[in-house]
């Protein structure tokens, strides 16, 4: 398949965490070329707050370098700005005269910040809070100079003056509001906000409009509305940013706010998208990012035609990154006529909480002092969960000082909400990967690696990992009754060891058994059958050989199934088949689930007999493999063409026969939409749509009905049969013995999946292997067993 070509304008945070989400979704579909206006590779711009606080290093906000970049092919020109969009060609040009075609375009132009446009604001001293340079000029800046004034009360504002006194410097806070961070907070939480940046060493001066900033070539002073004055040798303007949406208009998109867009982030511009701060979704603009993170989801699955319900926006939610300051708000702010509040105001312990009711639901929350419920409110919030007036009330208990927060969340539960990482997955990645510190959790699962507002509550978790009170360690099953060794642990024995037979397993690792039981037996086979491609499986319940098989029935008779790819037959064959169940009697022919005709109640004598006549490849129907193709063609609702989907059936069918399996693997192709149902209920499920084929995986069709997940879509078969094989040979090798498709994708995560199946490297080693077993079994001598 011809890869497209996909230009991103923009190497923020939400441009390239879209390329990201690109790659996972489908790392063939695009040849991908990224265009940065500054000169440093993808970075952490929310935490540039904490360098400038002393608390990490620029090195430490790096999200992706160089190697990132090299390794996923992606081409990155730094230093270089977008300068025009020629729709009609579909091509871009630079500042550099740098002339650039696509097929798709993503514009992440982002915002830049806000200057008043006041007399004086270009002078030498006056800078904004925005990058990597701003930051090195501020700290470069109070090297020489010891008076700092902040214009904008803001988060940024305050986070930018935190920082400043962390440099030696003394910081005034100007604010044109009464009271501070006016959006994300209520007037008590900002007056205990004011109270303790006070004790730490800011300065406020609150509803002061800036007139003027004074001096000759360089900044000594502000002058106000009032006609007041004060001094300064450096000005931080932190009063809020503008969409970057010049290119964009010049362009003829379409734009208000920011750059307007639907909910799969398609601007009015066929192929081109937008996404970030220069956006506006449903009259919202955000700056946060968790909603652009959110909105980079959804643009990934649009752009690589992967299903998805579109970006509904986002609940907000801020969390103040000063040391020394507990803050978190989210959702509504303030009450009104058609809410109700529940508050708790402790002034000596400077602790103030306050939740916003609509009915039974959470539309809002402040917290001042103890913001340990955060989390767990923001997830209420997001998830629109009914609340209990008990629940209410538990809300604001004092905490249970010999259960920590972490303790009482439940292993579902939210702990980076930037990157939607749960508690069970960062106790997971420890357990399996002997993490002990935030940098390895960040590497390993990205919480901590955003916004950094989770990084407390992770490191209390890892806190509580390591503590004897840590009692949620995976607990450890049995392979079976004859030893106390677990699953993994057994398999890891027969490679340490190089065991190659049922009897040495036995032998070696003290079974309980001699032989074994009727559980362990059979996964040892699969095991060592995995392990070592020429290992002689020891049936005990089949006829088998290169060409046909049989299954022994519990009344001693066999069961015969005569190949039909695809369930596709002819007179010839049917002729067969009925002239054999006449000459030897048989009792019994059914059709099975699989669309084929299975000959019951066979006696052992007639078996040969019965092979020779019918001179077809036959099918088994118990053993764990992939099962026989099942064809879903709509003949009743529409006339759509089916003959690719039963060609594609008989392809898939021919190179997955007698492919052993943890579990047995149904698979069903519909050969168009109108009866796609089928399909998606199966461990691999293929439906032909207008664009290709959409793979679905993990399903189930038995007693518990559970719909697949979408995997991909694809344009053609070779791509088709190219995923299916290798996400069939990569359970194979990760997955439990009896562990379904499903319950192997719930454990594993079916983005896990993504990535390595579209990691071209990967997935062709994956076909290698599977390319191994199958020429084996091809290879394989006749084998005669009862």
């Not at 609150?206 to 004060?230: A, N, P, Q, W």
């Not at 959470?362 to 767990?376: K, N, Q």
């Not at 990205?446 to 990084?455: D, P, R, T």
Request: charged share 25%; glycine share 8%.
């Amino acid at each position: 398949m011809m890869r497209k070509k996909l230009l991103v304008v923009g190497n923020g945070m939400a441009g390239v965490r879209s390329v990201e989400e690109i790659i996972k979704n489908n790392s063939e579909a695009f040849d991908i070329t990224i265009f940065g206006k500054e000169s440093h590779v993808n970075y952490n711009r929310i935490l540039l707050s904490t360098v400038l606080q002393g608390d990490t290093s620029i090195e430490d906000i790096i999200i992706n370098d160089q190697n990132w970049y090299e390794k996923n092919n992606i081409e990155l020109f730094t230093n270089e700005t977008v300068v025009k969009i020629d729709k009609e060609k579909k091509m871009i040009i630079t500042d550099q005269n740098r002339v650039v075609g696509y097929d798709k375009l993503i514009l992440a132009t982002g915002s830049r910040p806000f200057m008043l446009p006041i007399p004086g604001a270009k002078k030498e001293g006056v800078i904004p809070f925005r990058t990597i340079e701003d930051c090195q000029k501020m700290i470069e800046y109070s090297k020489r100079y010891k008076k700092a004034v902040v214009i904008g009360g803001g988060l940024l504002g305050l986070e930018a003056a935190r920082g400043l006194l962390n440099l030696g410097m003394s910081v005034d806070v100007v604010h044109l509001a009464p009271f501070l961070m006016e959006r994300q907070l209520d007037e008590t939480a900002s007056h205990l906000l004011q109270k303790e940046l006070e004790s730490q060493g800011m300065n406020f001066l609150l509803e002061k409009m800036t007139e003027e900033i004074i001096g000759d070539h360089r900044v000594r002073g502000l002058r106000f509305k009032d006609g007041t004055e004060i001094e300064a040798e450096l000005v931080v303007m932190a009063v809020g940013v503008t969409p970057n949406i010049q290119l964009a208009k010049e362009s003829g998109i379409e734009t208000n706010r920011a750059i307007i867009v639907n909910d799969f982030l398609q601007t009015n511009i066929p192929d081109i998208y937008a996404v970030g701060e220069c956006v506006e979704h449903r009259g919202m603009v955000y700056g946060l990012v968790k909603p652009l993170y959110e909105q980079g989801k959804v643009l990934a699955k649009s752009i690589c035609h992967i299903e998805t319900e579109g970006y509904k926006g986002s609940v907000l939610s801020t969390q103040l990154k000063i040391s020394g300051v507990d803050l978190f708000s989210v959702g509504q702010l303030n009450e009104d006529d058609t809410s109700k509040t529940v508050k708790v105001y402790d002034e000596l312990e400077g602790v103030y909480k306050k939740i916003i009711f609509k009915g039974n639901k959470m539309i809002g929350a402040v917290m001042f002092g103890d913001t340990s419920d955060g989390s767990r409110i923001l997830d209420m919030i997001i998830k629109q969960k009914d609340v209990t007036d008990l629940e209410n009330v538990q809300m604001f208990q004092p905490p249970n000082m010999t259960e920590t927060q972490v303790q009482a969340m439940d292993s579902s539960s939210i702990i980076c909400q930037c990157n939607s990482v749960s508690k069970g997955k960062i106790i997971e990645a420890c357990q399996k990967n002997d993490i002990t510190t935030i940098g390895e959790v960040k590497k390993c699962t990205k919480a901590s690696g955003s916004c950094g507002s989770c990084k407390p509550l992770v490191q209390d978790l890892l806190n509580y990992i390591q503590s004897p009170e840590f009692d949620e360690v995976i607990e450890k099953i049995p392979f079976c009754g004859c030893t106390a060794l677990s699953e993994d642990e057994v398999v890891h024995q027969i490679q340490v060891q190089n065991l190659v037979s049922i009897e040495e397993v036995v032998k070696a690792l003290n079974w309980k058994t001699e032989s074994g039981c009727s559980t362990c037996r059979p996964a040892l086979n699969y095991y060592l059958a995995m392990i070592y491609p020429t290992y002689v499986k020891k049936q005990e319940s089949l006829f088998f050989n290169e060409n046909m098989n049989a299954t022994l029935q519990n009344d001693g008779t066999f069961s015969v199934i005569p190949q039909m790819y695809g369930g596709v037959t002819d007179a010839k064959e049917l002729r067969k088949i009925a002239d054999v169940v006449e000459k030897y009697s048989i009792p019994s022919v059914t059709l099975t689930s699989g669309q084929r005709i299975s000959l019951n109640g066979v006696k052992k004598e007639y078996l040969q007999g019965i092979w020779s006549d019918l001179g077809m490849r036959l099918c088994s129907r118990n053993e764990h493999t992939v099962q026989p193709v099942r064809t879903c063609m709509g003949e009743n609702v529409c006339k759509c063409d089916k003959e690719e989907a039963i060609d594609l059936a008989i392809r898939i069918e021919q190179s997955m026969e007698f492919i052993q399996t943890p579990h047995r693997v149904n698979m069903s192709i519909s050969g168009c939409i109108h009866d796609g149902a089928e399909a998606t209920t199966k461990d691999v499920g293929i439906v032909r749509i207008d664009r290709g084929w959409e793979i679905y995986v993990g399903g189930n069709s038995g007693r518990n009905v559970k719909v697949g997940n979408l995997l991909c879509v694809t344009e053609n078969d070779e791509e088709v049969i190219k995923l299916i094989s290798a996400f069939i040979q990569y359970y194979r090798e990760t997955a439990n013995y009896l562990e379904t498709t499903g319950e192997w994708l719930d454990r594993i995560g079916l983005i896990h999946v993504r990535e390595v199946l579209f990691d071209e490297e990967l997935c062709n080693v994956l076909l290698t292997r599977l390319e191994m077993e199958t020429s084996t079994q091809r290879k394989s001598p006749a084998l005669k067993m009862i």
